[in-house]
């Protein structure tokens, strides 16, 4: 049988039970998410004004968009998961949602006085941010690995990356819990770099271990 022919089979057979492969990457996302939250816990601890940082409209924002692209990121996992298909609107969907994030810390920096853009961009925990949010990704990215590799799909580094993406912005909102800037600008930039390194590094793994 010719690999072509294999991946059609393995495509319509997987066709049909869809709630399983949704079930068990939901399952592993759930265990990812509270090893994550553990480990913000024992290493970082939450934010002392965490109760005046939920209605900060920059601590709002930056949680729809987070939500966004973990939204994105599911939706295509449920398609790679499968063999023969495709990501379908996710990367289109992912690359719009970082769009929208830059262009609003480029608007806010252009806006803000020429002394005070530094701090827009640096804030305080610049040295931080982007490895805090790839390591707490870590388990995340491990979990979803695994349930992946029970799973057939056939474009691995692509549904790596993918996952590493869903593994950072989860652990992005985690962090979130957390961190205490309130800059645009810093989200921009540093929550961006922390996700792209979890992203590159799901790219990676994803090559290696979901290869069949």
Request: proline content about 4%; aromatic content about 8%.
């Amino acid at each position: 049988m010719k690999t072509n022919d294999l991946i059609a089979l393995l495509a319509t057979d997987t066709l049909q039970p869809q709630k399983p492969v949704r079930q068990q990457l939901l399952r592993q996302l759930l265990l990812g998410a509270l090893v994550c939250g553990v480990l913000l816990l024992a290493v970082f601890g939450l934010n002392p004004q965490m109760d005046q940082m939920a209605v900060h409209p920059a601590f709002i924002t930056k949680m729809l968009w987070l939500t966004a692209l973990m939204g994105f990121s599911l939706y295509g996992l449920f398609r790679l998961a499968r063999p023969g298909v495709t990501a379908g609107a996710t990367l289109k969907g992912i690359g719009l949602t970082l769009l929208a994030m830059v262009s609003l810390g480029l608007v806010q920096w252009l806006q803000t006085h020429t002394n005070e853009r530094m701090a827009q961009w640096m804030g305080s925990s610049w040295e931080i941010c982007a490895l805090s949010i790839a390591a707490l990704s870590l388990p995340v990215l491990v979990a979803l690995l695994w349930a992946l590799r029970q799973l057939a799909p056939t474009r691995p580094a692509l549904t790596g990356a993918v996952a590493g993406m869903l593994a950072g912005s989860l652990a992005a909102c985690i962090y979130s819990l957390h961190c205490i800037e309130t800059s645009l600008t810093f989200f921009a930039i540093w929550y961006v770099a922390g996700m792209a390194l979890t992203t590159v590094l799901g790219a990676v793994l994803g090559a290696r271990v979901l290869r069949w």
